[in-house]
């Protein structure tokens, strides 16, 4: 599984001090090592390429952190406890079990599987049988062996019929898995344990999901298979805050709301990692840059903009790593209820949105108005798509021609009904800061009144799920191929309502061959097709921003990964 590192923290931004503090070309005096610079924008924003600067004064080391010498600390946000990889719903427990599990197959920092616990795989000349052969030796934390007996359970798991995670196993069209999810068959035809070092996965349709899938990370049969019975996961579950993996790191403890503890794992595969303890401690955007500068943290991520940027060289003896995300931020739409189900609407959206202005506040030159729902980062990306420039007057046009008529009062209505949109935002997830006053402002101009509700996270996603909204932001999380960007405009898991069988015939398209050359004009016809029927109102790219104190060695984030790759081979100097 593509494990992804959810860190979003955004300052609180006036406009004005914003545009004045950005108006230079301050990143083009900075040394060689520094970030680059070029403008963008249409408020002469610098807009800030990738890069690393290194620590300018070592000396300014806080004693706190010095004296930390076996321990490395990570900010991140709220996790909920659920420390399993396949039925977490919260990215914050992602992060968690990225620490804790290992994969047969992960992937390089451009996006490219290779082995993990897996010493190599072969594909059938068919593309549809999958051979993985272990690397010898392998354990899970306690100590006891990790076989291909444990690979067969964790996929037999997923396609249980009681099992509700997050994973959808049918995508990969594992041989007599919808006979297993039926209860029509008592084990899964296609999954065979050839012996001990090496399992074999028989497929019916070729997808580029496969593999990523059948590679995920390996559940101890001993541990969590003990009295498994087809249909009944209720022990595992009991088991999501006492995980046991094969990862970098041993579960310690967890005080929720405050930190998750772990140790280091001796019987890791690639070696017991050099720094003994590694603690995520729960920050914010109040709290981590403070953490940071005092000593408290070794780590963080924090919104790419000039604010954070400059407050982070200041500090002296952080690195700082700058680079293009493989996310998006976007307002997600209520296709299925009556104000936004005709496109039209949505369009109009668009059209009245200033997204240039949101990103230049927000991001100050660290961030790019999105015009299709992939990174520019990414293989699939295309400037091909005509972006929905800023046009009140277009934006008019088109409520006019979906029958809302301008009221008295200025706010549009149709069949007694306002066209007064519910925005959900999130607590701590201040781009929102920014936008809510932006939207109603740029909104009210075409006739659309906006009413926002903050929430917590989870509370948000519960009212998105029953449909109590119009509009929602979001961040992505990174993405690794474009089918990920796309997956939840596909009908079969869309949770808003949004529906349209050509989406899906392409969205499925795309996933149909490995062959990236055939797939890349089928995501472009996809993206053309969504900017017609918007599922999502696109807003920005952003880059990466962090962190960390320059006496750890060995972190070098990347898009994909971000940290995760980095944690086994970390030292503390």
Not at 95 to 112: C, H, Q
Not at 408 to 430: F, H, P, S, T, V
Not at 437 to 444: Q, V, Y
């Amino acid at each position: 599984m593509n494990k992804q590192w959810m860190r979003i923290t955004v300052p609180v931004l006036a406009l004005a001090l914003v545009l004045s503090a950005c108006g230079g070309n301050k990143a083009a005096t900075e040394p060689d090592s520094a970030p680059k610079a070029e403008t963008a924008g249409s408020t002469g924003l610098t807009s800030v390429q990738d890069g690393l600067v290194k620590a300018s004064d070592l000396s300014k080391n806080p004693e706190t952190a010095k004296k930390r010498t076996n321990t490395f600390i990570s900010g991140t946000q709220t996790p909920e406890g659920i420390f399993n990889p396949y039925f977490y719903q919260n990215g914050w427990d992602g992060n968690v079990t990225s620490v804790l599990f290992a994969s047969l197959v992960t992937k390089d920092e451009t996006g490219k599987p290779i082995p993990e616990l897996a010493e190599k795989w072969e594909t059938s000349p068919d593309q549809l049988t999958y051979t993985f052969k272990l690397k010898p030796n392998l354990k899970f934390s306690d100590g006891s062996p990790l076989t291909a007996e444990d690979v067969a359970f964790t996929l037999t798991l997923l396609h249980d019929p009681a099992y509700d995670g997050r994973v959808d196993i049918a995508q990969a069209n594992i041989k007599g898995g919808k006979a297993y999810k039926e209860k029509t068959a008592d084990s899964v035809a296609g999954i065979k344990v050839v012996d001990p070092q090496t399992i074999q996965i028989v497929t019916e349709k070729v997808s580029t999901l496969t593999l990523p899938l059948i590679g995920g990370e390996v559940l101890s049969k001993a541990y969590y298979g003990k009295d498994y019975k087809q249909g009944n996961l209720d022990y595992i579950k009991t088991l999501h805050d006492k995980p046991l993996g094969a990862g970098p790191y041993k579960f310690d403890k967890f005080v929720k709301g405050q930190e998750v503890r772990f140790v280091a794992n001796p019987n890791y595969y690639a070696g017991k990692p050099a720094v003994e303890n590694f603690i995520f401690k729960i920050t914010n955007n109040e709290t981590n840059l403070q953490y940071l500068k005092v000593g408290e943290t070794d780590f963080d991520r924090f919104t790419a903009n000039r604010d954070n940027y400059d407050q982070l060289k200041a500090i002296g003896f952080a690195n700082i790593n700058t680079f293009t995300a493989t996310s998006y931020v976007y307002l997600d739409f209520n296709s299925g209820g009556k104000l936004l189900k005709d496109k039209r609407v949505r369009q109009a959206l668009y059209y009245g949105l200033d997204r240039q202005k949101f990103t230049d506040i927000l991001y100050q030159g660290f961030g790019e108005v999105a015009n299709v729902p992939v990174s520019p980062a990414s293989w699939a990306y295309t400037k091909d798509v005509t972006p929905y420039p800023f046009d009140p007057q277009k934006a008019k046009q088109l409520l006019d021609e979906a029958g809302w008529k301008v009221g008295a009062d200025g706010i549009r209505e149709k069949d007694g009904q306002k066209l007064k949109l519910q925005y959900l935002g999130r607590k701590g997830y201040n781009i929102d800061d920014v936008l809510i006053p932006l939207a109603k402002e740029n909104f009210k101009d075409i006739g659309i009144a906006v009413e926002a509700e903050i929430l917590d996270f989870n509370a948000l996603l519960a009212k998105r799920k029953k449909g109590d909204f119009d509009i929602a932001s979001f961040t992505s999380t990174n993405f690794s191929d474009p089918y990920d960007g796309v997956k939840s405009f596909h009908s079969k898991y869309n949770v808003s309502g949004y529906s349209n069988p050509a989406i899906d015939k392409l969205i499925d398209q795309g996933t149909e061959t490995l062959d990236t050359n055939k797939r890349i004009p089928i995501y472009h016809d996809l993206y053309k097709q969504l900017k017609d029927d918007p599922p999502v109102l696109l807003l920005s790219y952003l880059k990466i921003l962090s962190a960390h104190n320059a006496r750890i060695e060995g972190i070098n984030p990347d898009p994909v990964s971000i940290l995760n790759r980095s944690i086994p081979k970390l030292k503390i100097q």
